[in-house]
């Protein structure tokens, strides 16, 4: 069975440092991988995808993230962070249609 | 524009009081399904359909029900309410996308659900 791990749930930078939000993933088959942002009441939206292309992917808002087989990872990051980037974000992994998500890592980012 | 809609986006309501949280997409996707969203527990599925007529429960069914009678339409019930139902819900739908190898998941807007 496919799994998501999100380590830490919360985390807090300074603005204009670096964001980086960590995902471990397990799959027996090659995974597809996606990190969602949710702000403040607000529904899901997806900010990049990992289907199995480049390993480097880029998403919206100035985030990527790296696909590492080795390390099972698929970490996100921010070389500068906003304060507009404060929100939740969640990791998952594609179970055939069903998406499997982490516990989430909530943002914040402090003046 | 392809989209998700469901209603009501939010709702108060009291223990016992059936009620159904509608949800229809317009990308004739086969594949629809609901989760909840939990503070510390991300998002689980309660409940997949593969195609019309076809339901199947995901891991949070218990105290569920859903239909699907329309392949646009999949309607969440909740027989009878109770406070741990309070929740966030999203509802999805699924399709393939052009010169993609997986299927494009689609969310709605959320129905916040409160059960006194």
């Known amino acids: 069975a496919q799994s998501v791990t999100q380590l830490g749930s919360h985390v807090s930078v300074s603005e204009g440092a670096l964001v980086l939000l960590r995902c471990n993933y397990s799959s027996s088959v090659p995974p597809y991988l996606f990190w969602y942002v949710q702000y403040p009441n607000q529904g899901l939206q997806l900010l990049l995808k990992?289907?199995?292309?480049?390993?480097l992917v880029k998403g919206i808002n100035g985030f990527e993230a790296e696909f590492k087989k080795s390390e099972t990872s698929f970490h996100l990051t921010k070389p500068s962070a906003h304060m507009s980037d404060a929100a939740e974000y969640f990791c998952a992994v594609s179970d055939t249609d069903k998406l499997i998500f982490g516990t989430g890592t909530r943002l914040q980012v402090f003046p | 524009e392809a989209q998700v809609t469901q209603n009501p986006r939010y709702l108060i309501t009291v223990t016992g009081k059936k009620l159904t949280v509608t949800c229809s997409q317009n990308?004739?996707?086969?594949?629809m399904s609901w989760y909840r969203q939990d503070p510390g527990l991300g998002l689980r599925q309660i409940y997949y359909s593969m195609n019309v007529e076809v339901t199947d429960k995901g891991d949070v069914p218990e105290g569920y029900k859903v239909s699907r009678k329309e392949k646009r339409n999949f309607p969440l019930i909740l027989e009878s309410p109770s406070p741990n139902q309070t929740s966030l819900y999203f509802c999805?739908?699924?399709?393939?996308?052009?010169?993609?190898?997986?299927?494009?998941?689609?969310f709605g807007p959320g129905t916040r659900l409160t059960v006194l």
């Open positions: 990308m004739n996707h086969e594949y």
């Open positions: 999805a739908s699924s399709g393939p996308l052009a010169g993609s190898s997986y299927n494009e998941q689609f």
């Open positions: 990992y289907t199995s292309a480049a390993t």
